[in-house]
């Protein structure tokens, strides 16, 4: 014979020292089930209604769903509840389906907008519609602040099931210091959007780890009043935009943005791979990354835009645009050690004439347009600021190791013409330039106000004043000169030691050396 014995009749001790006896009932309420509350998860059976109750159920305790398929004929809300925690067994086995008949609206949404909701965990799970969308979010998270997603978003596992049925993926309205580590978004319109809160409270640090996002219109759309997001190792494929910087959500400028090792690949429909479109003063920060559309160019500065744009060690290649193009005479570009090559349009393309664009040490070939937009060039425009990019160096090197004639080139059109500005102790010696003007190498004061010599095309050096011999260490220094001219010397002109060189002199006329005050003739 067998009895029935309620769970909360049976003892449970865990092993370990201290460990106090419970219920079997008990201790298996730690955690909640989806299944505890009739879910099926096979894929056909509508679990709506078992989670609702499940999730109610879950508050203040994690919530599993384990492997299976769970069909929900309408959206999810927790409403202000806080410390969420939901996780599965693994991204595309714990797959939540939206197979409702509307089409707007948000699949799971987290949060009312005005309550900051904290400490929300989402693990190894999958969001899906097999229902067309129109508007709303897989997942909408709203004032969502020290919290970590683990979440995919349609995934290629539900794009090969039902093609692009997610209209945006996920919504961080409002953050403060959450992670987001999901390994797929696949949405019709923005794969994962972003913005803050105008004025103070939940607009700063969104980290980014390891995400791949791909046939979106915008991979990642940050929308307005945010700073502090951060893309580790992110990849982007097949989306109209890339990355989209502008204030279409939230009316406030953008912050800063640091990207680490990420790629930028195959846009479509004629987006830039990154496009900067608003007034924005933010501040972009790019390394080690590849940038690539196949449509236009790799990364885009609209004219609104206010903010910085740096790129070090970065990719800029087989765009068909421009590398890189810039449309903003506000905005500050910087490029330091990147490759820029195989490019239809220019490699770098400053696009106005009072652009602050600046590169260094960049790899630039094969840019059907030129490696440079030669009509506004990085030297001629006119002021802007960060043109100059004025650094300080010890031993720059020019090293021409296959003979092909390495040359510093300086171009300048303005008044002063090109120079090189030599800088000596600064306490005796008085800086000193050299600048081409009207083909004419000349040496003159710091101030450019004195030509101290001039040496043209033919070979013919012309100095203001006098040109002073070396002598030995123990001689005295005098102040000699050589002088030409027409006719004698006069006694009153010249120092002892000068020569004097007659055009239309004779025998011991042609040459003159002033001696002890008077000029006499050596030659």
Not at 37 to 51: H, L, N, P, R, W
Not at 185 to 206: F, S
Not at 358 to 370: D, E, I, Q
Not at 432 to 458: C, P, W, Y
Request: charged share 10%; with cysteine.
């Amino acid at each position: 014979t067998t009895s029935a014995t309620s769970s909360s009749a049976i003892s449970f001790l865990q092993a370990g020292s201290g460990a106090v006896t419970r219920t079997s009932q008990n201790k298996m309420r730690d955690i909640v089930s989806v299944k505890d509350f009739g879910a099926v998860g096979d894929g056909s059976t509508d679990d709506y209604a078992a989670i609702v109750l499940a999730i109610a159920a879950s508050a203040g305790k994690a919530l599993f769903w384990p492997a299976g398929t769970y069909k929900i004929s309408a959206g999810l809300d927790t409403g202000t509840t806080q410390a969420i925690c939901w996780y599965g067994e693994g991204h595309y086995r714990s797959i939540i389906l939206y197979t409702g008949a509307a089409t707007t609206g948000n699949i799971v949404n987290i949060g009312d907008g005005t309550a900051t909701i904290k400490n929300v965990s989402l693990d190894n799970l999958t969001i899906q519609s097999s229902t067309t969308m129109t508007s709303g979010h897989g997942l909408n998270l709203r004032n969502l602040s020290e919290s970590y997603i683990d979440v995919v978003l349609q995934g290629q596992d539900g794009y090969a099931d039902y093609g692009n049925k997610l209209y945006n993926g996920i919504y961080f309205n409002k953050a403060d210091s959450v992670v987001f580590a999901g390994d797929t978004i696949i949405a019709q319109n923005d794969g994962l959007r972003v913005n803050g809160l105008i004025g103070a409270g939940n607009k700063a640090d969104l980290w980014i780890y390891d995400t791949r996002i791909q046939e979106c219109t915008v991979g990642i759309h940050c929308g307005g009043a945010f700073g502090g997001l951060y893309l580790i190792n992110p990849s982007m494929t097949n989306n109209d935009n890339h990355l989209l910087f502008d204030q279409t959500l939230i009316a406030e400028t953008n912050r800063e943005c640091f990207i680490t090792q990420g790629i930028f690949d195959v846009t479509t429909s004629g987006g830039a791979g990154v496009y900067f479109n608003a007034a924005d003063g933010l501040l972009f920060q790019a390394t080690g990354s590849w940038f690539a559309s196949s449509v236009s160019h790799g990364i885009h500065v609209a004219a609104a835009f206010l903010g910085k744009v740096l790129l070090s060690g970065c990719r800029l290649y087989n765009n068909t645009g421009d590398g890189i193009r810039v449309d903003s005479a506000s905005a500050a570009v910087t490029l330091s050690g990147c490759q820029i090559h195989n490019n239809t349009g220019y490699g770098i393309n400053p696009n106005v004439a009072a652009h602050g664009v600046v590169y260094s040490a960049c790899y630039m070939a094969s840019n059907t347009a030129g490696n440079v937009n030669a009509t506004y060039s990085l030297a001629a425009a006119a002021g802007a600021a960060y043109r100059n990019g004025d650094q300080a160096y010890d031993n720059i090197q020019i090293i021409d190791t296959d003979n092909s004639g390495t040359q510093l080139q300086i171009t300048n059109t303005g008044a002063n013409g090109a120079g090189i500005k030599l800088t000596g102790d600064g306490g005796t010696t008085p800086n000193k330039s050299m600048r081409v003007i009207a083909g004419v190498l000349q040496f003159v004061n710091s101030a450019f106000t004195t030509v101290i010599g001039t040496l043209g095309d033919t070979g013919i050096l012309s100095l203001k004043d006098k040109l002073y011999p070396a002598t030995d260490a123990a001689a005295v220094q005098t102040n000699a000169g050589i002088f030409a001219g027409v006719g004698a010397p006069n006694n009153a002109n010249g120092s002892n030691g000068d020569f004097y060189f007659r055009s239309d002199g004779g025998a011991l006329t042609s040459v003159y050396q002033r001696r002890a005050g008077t000029w006499t003739g050596i030659v």
